[in-house]
């Protein structure tokens, strides 16, 4: 991959994988860093995301926040799982939603914010109903791993550096509710599928108490 990238490039993308700067203008911050402009900063981030960059978000410590989080295996028809995959994707909670090759064959993860009116559980089961699964298992972490894989595009360190232990921002739990506040007021305004049938947010939608299997 690196042999097709000039140097700028392999530059931009040494900072982004390292973290987006957390400033007014991050671009401009990491164009400077590399001897480009803002714009041209933009613009070559843009034609990487179509070769070589497949997301960029902001990744949070969700349980340092307060929120409940789970894996969960669901049993779907066969005939109706990608119609299922989209109904539980609807949710603005649920991430890593994948086809499995076993009797419970869809897999997903879901996160609740703090207060919750449903909960966790309450959750699925209105996920469970809304998908048309045939059951539902919860899947809760009993021990927390995580691995941060960097590559080194210099070829001055190691291929690929792995580092061992909850990755943590670098500021602190109040900092990131707030700006997680801020973030999900943009996705509640923008997120429809579920708000129209709730007058103000996913969380009021009702569920049974105990659907899933």
């Known amino acids: 991959m690196s042999s097709s990238l000039d140097t700028v490039s392999l530059g931009l993308l040494e900072i982004l994988q390292r973290g987006v700067p957390l400033v007014d203008r991050p ?40 929120y409940q989080s789970c894996l969960v295996a669901a049993k779907v028809d066969e005939s109706l799982i990608d119609q299922a995959a ?37 959750t699925v089961d209105i996920l469970h109903e809304r998908s048309g699964a045939d059951s539902m298992r919860l899947l809760p972490a009993l021990k927390m791993y995580k691995i941060s ?10 291929a690929v550096a792995r580092e061992k232990g909850v990755v943590r921002a670098e500021f602190g739990v109040r900092i990131q509710q707030q700006r997680l506040s801020a973030i999900q007021r943009i ?17 009021s939608l009702p569920g049974p108490k105990h659907a899933h299997g």
């Open 27 to 66: 671009f401009l911050s990491m164009g400077t860093a590399l001897g480009i402009s803002e714009r041209a900063a933009i613009e070559r981030v843009a034609i990487l995301r179509g070769k070589v960059i497949r997301q960029i978000s902001a990744i949070f410590d969700s349980r340092a926040l307060g």
């Open 187 to 203: 996705v509640q305004r923008s997120y429809h599928p579920y708000l129209r049938d709730a007058a103000s947010s996913p969380e």
């Open 86 to 122: 989209a109904r539980i994707s609807e949710h603005p909670g649920v991430s890593h939603n994948y086809r499995r090759n076993h009797s419970f064959n869809l897999w997903y993860t879901l996160a609740v914010p703090p207060g919750s009116r449903f909960g966790l559980e309450g």
């Open 149 to 158: 894989v960097k590559f080194d595009l210099s070829g001055e360190a190691d």
